[in-house]
């Protein structure tokens, strides 16, 4: 768990330099790379600008506890807490909603066992990173994937010109032997943009946010 956090902080770091990796979008809200991983999987990069001061970026888009379902109905089933180890490090059962022909290409469980984990101010001050990590609860400890869920790290930081806005880096890996390169980058361009401008859509009419804002106070 440690060395992926420390993997998810080198991100930023690295996110000047795209040599060796092949561009899958390329959009002034989103940009995507790949590159070849172990075996079969691949390892997706990915710089992602939102429209909020970082706390609730993060809050949006990495916050996996039943509470987040208000604005992730549309995406998800259910959210369970199974077990939390801190208040920055919580087991989840997560039911996604998933199309047939997903489901078809990559035969997944209905529940998806994560643990997701978040450090405050790292790499650098402001900035949270975050890895979600799939897992073996009956033997507390972390496994390499669940169905197609493999290992996810993620660093919001506050956007240097703007603090009303975060730049996200986040790697992925995947097994995306089925899908052609030109393919990939149709779905991609297609389906990624339209559901992060969804989530930041669902969550600014949560609750949640709402309460944050007229209390003037912050994730």
């Given amino acids: ?25 390329s959009l002034s809200t989103l940009a995507m790379w790949m590159k070849p991983g172990k075996g079969k999987d691949s390892i997706m990069h990915s710089q992602i600008n939102i429209d909020m001061p970082c706390a609730f ?17 549309d995406t998800l089933n259910s959210i369970e807490i199974v077990r ?4 920055d490090d919580v087991l989840i059962l997560m039911a996604p909603k998933v199309p ?13 066992p994560l643990r997701l984990v978040t450090r405050r101010d790292f790499p650098e001050p402001g900035d949270f ?26 660093v919001f930081s506050p956007h240097p010109d703007n603090p009303n806005m975060t730049i996200v880096h986040s790697l992925d890996t995947a097994n995306l032997a089925l899908f052609p390169t030109w393919g990939l980058k149709m779905i991609l361009k297609a389906t ?14 949560s609750a949640r946010y709402k309460n944050f804002i007229a209390t003037n106070t912050a994730p």
């Fill in 192 to 205: 990624v943009t339209g559901s992060i401008d969804a989530n930041v859509k669902n969550y600014k009419a």
């Fill in 129 to 154: 990173s975050c890895i979600v990590v799939p897992y073996d609860i009956e033997n507390n400890v972390a496994i390499e994937e669940v169905g197609p869920t493999k290992l996810k790290s993620a």
């Fill in 57 to 73: 970026a993060m809050d949006c888009m990495m916050n996996l506890r039943p509470e987040s379902m208000e604005w992730r109905a």
């Fill in 100 to 112: 047939f022909i997903m489901k078809y290409l990559k035969p997944m469980p209905e529940k998806t």
């Fill in 84 to 87: 939390e180890y801190g208040p």
């Fill in 1 to 25: 768990m440690a060395e992926a956090m420390e993997n998810a902080a080198a991100l930023k770091a690295a996110s000047a330099s795209h040599a060796g990796w092949t561009e899958l979008v």
